[in-house]
Structure formats: C-alpha cells, structure tokens
C-alpha cells in the first residue's frame, strides 16, 4: 500500500526557517518524480518544486516556481525513500498546507500535508 507521510511544519517567524520531510512507501521510490505543492486558505493548491527521479541516471534535476527560487530547496534521499523541502527566509504568504506528490505516468500519489504557519 501506497503512503506519503509529511512532517516538519510548525508555526515560524517571518524569516525563520523549516525543513519539511516527506517519506515514502509503497512504490519504488527512485522511479519517481518527486514534487511539493501547498495551498494557502481559501486559494487553490500551486505547484512549489520538483526533483527528477533517479531511474536510469545518478544525477538529477531540480526546478522551482519563480518566486521561490533561492529560499526553497529540494532533495531527496533515495536509501531513505525521502524528499525534503528546505525553507529558508519564511515569509507570511508562506502560510499554507504543504503537500508531498510522487508521480510517475500515470501513477500519482498525494500525502495528506503539513500545516506551515508564518506569523509574528
């Protein structure tokens, strides 16, 4: 059975910091696209980042919306079936459900989400 377990939100100050975690089981993981998503209140969910699957290549690669590019980083760590999600410099439009996506073709899961609340 499939399963995507987020961790790591929590309520941070403008300009602090959160390491979300994203584990996964279910699938083989390394064959996966990896992605974050969030959705603020009353806004619909928006994609934040992506990593590539590690399949047939070691290397991988690494795209961001726009405006979060420099303060958010992806990662995944294939032995630990992980991506994570490296915020810095929080902001208050930050402020959403983070979600967790794997998807390959076809075949796309969602993790239930952690709560990220910027505030001061």
């Known amino acids: 059975q499939v399963h995507l377990v987020e961790s790591g939100g929590g309520l941070v100050q403008p300009g602090g910091s959160l390491r979300l975690t994203c584990v996964a089981s279910?699938?083989?993981?390394?064959?996966?696209?990896m992605s974050w998503f969030r959705q603020a209140p009353g806004k619909e969910r928006e994609w934040v980042a992506s990593?590539?699957?590690?399949?047939?290549?070691?290397?991988?690669?690494?795209y961001y919306r726009d405006s979060l590019r420099g303060r958010f980083t992806i990662s995944r760590d294939n032995r630990k079936y992980g991506t994570y999600l490296q915020m810095n410099n929080l902001q208050l439009e930050d402020t959403a459900v983070y979600f967790c996506?794997?998807?390959?073709?076809?075949?796309?899961?969602w993790g239930q989400g952690t709560q990220v609340t910027v505030s001061a």
């Open positions: 996506k794997a998807d390959r073709g076809a075949y796309i899961y």
């Open positions: 990593i590539t699957s590690t399949e047939t290549s070691t290397s991988y690669q690494t």
């Open positions: 279910g699938f083989t993981f390394n064959a996966y696209r």
